[in-house]
């Protein structure tokens, strides 16, 4: 194919075949071809309501554009690495389907602010999409929360038991730290949503183009104010990267969890047999592999904003062909941190919960330890000393192989006299959640209000 460059009037000789294959994008910048015609159909829009085209030469402009995007998405559109990117290789193919019209789009652009245009408008729609994917999995924690809210389990601190807890308020707790990534992104959103185009290539351009309308055209909040900046920062990018490596930070987390438990030896859940796969070795194995993927890809998701951020330091102002290379790891990122999303979303109300182990673990590590000082300090101990009493109680059960509820009452009152029979009602693992009963408490009464007011939050939005 000899597709001519777009910018080849000052050249004498042809590019380098392998210069130009390694400065080429569009195997990777073709999949914003929607977003680019979408930007030139604004772009041309405009450039014909301030007279610098015809009506004629605008409706025949966006015809070809559309025609072009309907050629893509049938498959027939053959991308050439010689027009380099996406912007080219669509307005090549547009000149060469109308002719001279199509060679008036690029008038008052530039490629710099077309690709920061492009990449501002996929990532935008990414967000909602992302958005709406995280929403769909609080859902489902909600809906287990509510069915788990009286199931007790051990809570754990450096992975040891600490004390009960219940499993709605667990999942709860994933709810929340998805609910702070839901808010960043929206945040983030204000800072993608700003049209860069009419920055053209650094400056500015000479036609009387009115960037208000093109900024409406396109649905963006408003046009940006420095056409430096504007066709040269990616800082929205790496935002959207660190709120994406903290979205993968949260999965990963639930992701160690739901491995741990549904080991034999924690076995506090079972995954669905959908989610898991066998080993081609050992026959009894159920792998959960889902939840170690997810961990696993977390680590490219970081490394991936590590990249953005390392590609942008050192810039001079304005554009630089650096600046290329954003696009890789952001589409990895987008496409892992949505495929994550979706399968934990499809998971969590196939998980089956085992309360029978949960609540037979919760019993084992002495977890009402608290709550039998606490009782101490009603009665009138400094909590110091009956931390020391409670302390000495426990060293008992361990060296008699049992836990506080099952010391007698004799046992106990070696302790302190203060110890009376209504000690047993504390020491049961309902009495010990129920207790916690403020804003923010694991008692299910608790529990069930955190979860009424979420589903409140939710549906006001
Ligand atoms: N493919 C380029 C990119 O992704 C488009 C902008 C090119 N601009 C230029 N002056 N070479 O950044």
Redesign the pocket.
């Known amino acids: 194919m000899s597709d001519k460059k777009l910018w080849s009037g000052r050249f004498s000789e042809p590019t380098d075949a392998f210069v130009e294959a390694f400065t080429a994008?569009v195997e990777f910048?073709q999949r914003l071809y929607r977003y680019d015609i979408q930007g030139s159909i604004a772009h041309a829009t405009m450039l014909a309501k301030a007279g610098i085209l015809t009506v004629e030469e605008r409706d025949t402009i966006i015809a070809g554009l559309q025609q072009i995007q309907a050629q893509i998405e049938a498959g027939q559109f053959e991308w050439s690495v010689e027009l380099e990117?996406v912007?080219m290789n669509v307005e090549s193919r547009l000149t060469s389907a109308i002719g001279d019209a199509g060679k008036k789009l690029h008038t008052g652009r530039s490629?710099?602010d077309q690709?920061a245009t492009d990449v501002r408008l996929y990532l935008r729609d990414e967000i909602e999409t992302i958005r709406a994917e995280i929403l769909r999995l609080q859902q489902a924690l909600l809906d287990k929360a509510e069915q788990e809210a009286d199931t007790i389990m051990p809570g754990f601190t450096h992975l040891q038991t600490a004390q009960p807890v219940t499993f709605g308020h667990h999942l709860m707790a994933w709810f929340e730290m998805l609910e702070r990534d839901r808010e960043r992104l929206a945040d983030c959103n204000k800072r993608v949503n700003i049209m860069p185009l009419g920055a053209a290539a650094l400056a500015g351009t000479t036609y009387p183009i009115d960037r208000y309308y093109t900024a409406e055209l396109l649905g963006f909040a408003r046009p940006s104010e420095n056409s430096l900046d504007s066709v040269s920062d990616r800082d929205f990018a790496i935002e959207f990267s660190a709120a994406a490596a903290l979205i993968m930070m949260h999965l990963s987390r639930m992701s160690e969890e739901l491995i741990i438990w549904s080991s034999a030896q924690f076995n506090f859940v079972d995954l669905s047999d959908s989610f898991c796969t066998g080993s081609s070795i050992m026959p009894q194995k159920k792998n959960p592999d889902v939840p170690e993927l997810v961990r696993g890809k977390t680590g490219r998701i970081f490394g991936h904003l590590m990249s953005l951020l390392t590609l942008m330091k050192g810039q001079p102002l304005a554009?630089n062909?650096d600046?290329?290379e954003d696009?890789e790891p952001l589409f990895d990122t987008v496409d892992n941190l949505k495929g994550s999303l979706k399968v934990f979303a499809d998971m969590i109300p196939a998980i089956t919960c085992k309360p029978d182990s949960m609540r037979e673990a919760a019993m084992k590590g002495f977890a009402t330890a608290t709550d039998l000082a606490d009782y101490l300090v009603r009665k009138g101990t400094p909590f110091r000393d009956a931390h020391e009493v409670v302390g000495k109680a426990v060293a008992l059960g361990v060296s008699k192989g049992c836990d506080l509820a099952d010391l007698s009452l004799e046992e106990l009152r070696g302790f302190s006299e203060q110890i009376d029979d209504d000690v047993f009602q504390v020491l049961t693992l309902e009495g010990s959640v129920a207790a916690r009963d403020h804003i923010g408490g694991t008692a299910p009464a608790q529990v069930r209000a955190a979860i009424s007011r979420a589903r409140q939050r939710l549906d006001s939005e």
């Open positions: 994008s910048d990117d912007h490629r710099n690709v554009y062909k600046n290329q696009k």
